[in-house]
């Protein structure tokens, strides 16, 4: 099916809708951790910062390499916040660094496994204000997704298969979006499943987010 047909279908009668879920114990873990960097980000001391930094460093986290842009375009990150434990460590000695904050996107990829069972994949993405964009991954069994704004984004997230299937989306705050989303998914458990993930900023601001799946 084409992409715009799988658009369109994410906003008729959904074949699930989730909001508020619980996800399991590792992917709280790193979904609370970006959530305390996001907080931190609003205080004047880079105290809480720390902290919350080394939440981050606790979780079980690698790289999240298997998404692809499918449809939109990406911001470039440079000036925004990257949910990362180098990046942050870095930005609490020198706020400059937000200056070139896609190169601490491009490190952390080449410096992280991927696919490794029980971890938590994540990236950072960037969107322009108003904009939205679809990426491409796989999952299956009980499949885990969650995006969390850096400091004033709101966002949506609607996740369909290959069919134009809505497998997710948001039935509160969809028009304004939220700082965070979060959904879990049954897909089967005997094959990986083609999943497209589209995300819009609501907000008037450009904003970078965490992405992230188990």
Same mark, same amino acid.
């Given at each position: 099916?084409? #992409?715009?047909?799988?658009?369109?279908?994410?906003?008729?009668?959904?074949?699930?809708?989730?909001?508020?879920?619980?996800?399991?114990?590792?992917?709280?873990?790193?979904?609370?951790?970006?959530?305390?960097?996001?907080?931190? #980000?609003?205080?004047?001391?880079?105290?809480? #910062?720390?902290?919350?930094?080394?939440?981050?460093?606790?979780?079980?986290?690698?790289?999240?390499? @298997?998404?692809?842009?499918?449809?939109?375009?990406?911001?470039?990150?440079?000036?925004?916040?990257?949910?990362?434990?180098?990046?942050?460590?870095?930005?609490?000695?020198?706020?400059?660094?937000?200056?070139?904050?896609?190169?601490?996107?491009?490190?952390?990829?080449?410096?992280?496994?991927?696919?490794? @069972?029980?971890?938590?994949?994540?990236?950072?993405?960037?969107?322009?204000?108003?904009?939205?964009?679809?990426?491409?991954?796989?999952?299956? @069994?009980?499949?885990?997704?969650?995006?969390?704004?850096?400091?004033?984004?709101?966002?949506?997230?609607?996740?369909? @298969?290959?069919?134009?299937?809505?497998?997710?989306?948001?039935?509160?705050?969809?028009?304004?979006?939220?700082?965070?989303?979060?959904?879990?998914?049954?897909?089967?458990?005997?094959?990986?499943?083609?999943?497209?993930?589209?995300?819009?900023?609501?907000?008037?601001?450009?904003?970078?987010?965490?992405?992230?799946?188990?």
């Amino acid at each position: 099916m084409h #992409l715009k047909s799988i658009i369109s279908l994410s906003f008729v009668a959904l074949s699930i809708i989730a909001e508020a879920q619980t996800l399991s114990a590792s992917m709280e873990k790193a979904v609370s951790a970006c959530q305390g960097l996001t907080a931190a #980000l609003k205080t004047a001391s880079p105290t809480p #910062l720390s902290a919350a930094n080394m939440k981050l460093k606790s979780a079980d986290i690698v790289d999240f390499a @298997d998404i692809v842009l499918v449809k939109g375009q990406e911001m470039n990150v440079n000036g925004h916040f990257i949910f990362d434990e180098v990046f942050v460590d870095s930005l609490i000695v020198n706020k400059k660094v937000m200056s070139f904050s896609r190169q601490y996107l491009v490190d952390r990829a080449s410096r992280s496994s991927t696919g490794v @069972d029980g971890r938590i994949c994540m990236t950072t993405k960037g969107l322009k204000a108003g904009k939205s964009a679809i990426w491409k991954t796989v999952n299956r @069994d009980v499949a885990e997704f969650a995006i969390v704004a850096e400091p004033d984004g709101m966002l949506t997230m609607t996740i369909c @298969d290959k069919k134009g299937n809505v497998l997710y989306a948001e039935t509160e705050h969809n028009k304004q979006g939220a700082s965070m989303r979060k959904a879990q998914i049954k897909l089967p458990a005997e094959k990986r499943t083609e999943l497209f993930i589209e995300i819009v900023n609501h907000g008037k601001k450009d904003t970078s987010f965490a992405i992230l799946k188990n």
